[in-house]
């Protein structure tokens, strides 16, 4: 029996292998993926909320759970800016930096595997393929907002 298989069944096969992956290494630490994935985002000055969901591609509804977990759990703190006082940052608390170390500690290991496994020529051609399929988005959203 042979499959049919689509550029997007394969880009979505191998981010729910990933994800399944960085949620298993997560939970030895009592967290999960999205919530490692926040704590990277969050800069040491400071990150506004608002900013992190759309450079995850998280919903807002989705963030606002993650980021009460995380106060719940005091990985975090929320700040008003000093400059505009309508933006509220997001701080990590000193359990949250321990925390986003082995977040970063579990990513930066699952990429050096990769980088290990799969030839550099390869992996240029991987990154150039993906940043086509993100162009070619633009351009089918650009052609069907008509």
Excluded: C
Aim: proline share 3%.
């Amino acid at each position: 029996m042979t499959q049919i298989t689509t550029i997007d069944a394969q880009i979505k096969s191998t981010w729910h292998n990933m994800f399944k992956m960085y949620n298993q290494a997560a939970a030895k630490f009592g967290t999960t993926q999205a919530t490692g994935l926040v704590l990277l985002s969050i800069d040491k000055e400071g990150t506004p909320s608002t900013s992190i969901a759309p450079t995850l591609g998280l919903e807002a509804t989705s963030m606002s759970r993650i980021i009460k977990t995380l106060e719940d759990n005091n990985l975090i703190f929320k700040k008003k800016d000093k400059l505009d006082k309508r933006v509220v940052r997001l701080f990590l608390t000193p359990e949250g930096v321990e925390k986003r170390k082995i977040a970063k500690q579990v990513v930066s290991g699952f990429n050096e595997l990769v980088l290990n496994e799969i030839p550099q020529t390869k992996l240029s051609v991987f990154f150039e393929v993906m940043d086509d399929v993100n162009r070619v988005i633009e351009q089918y959203k650009e052609q069907n907002e008509k």
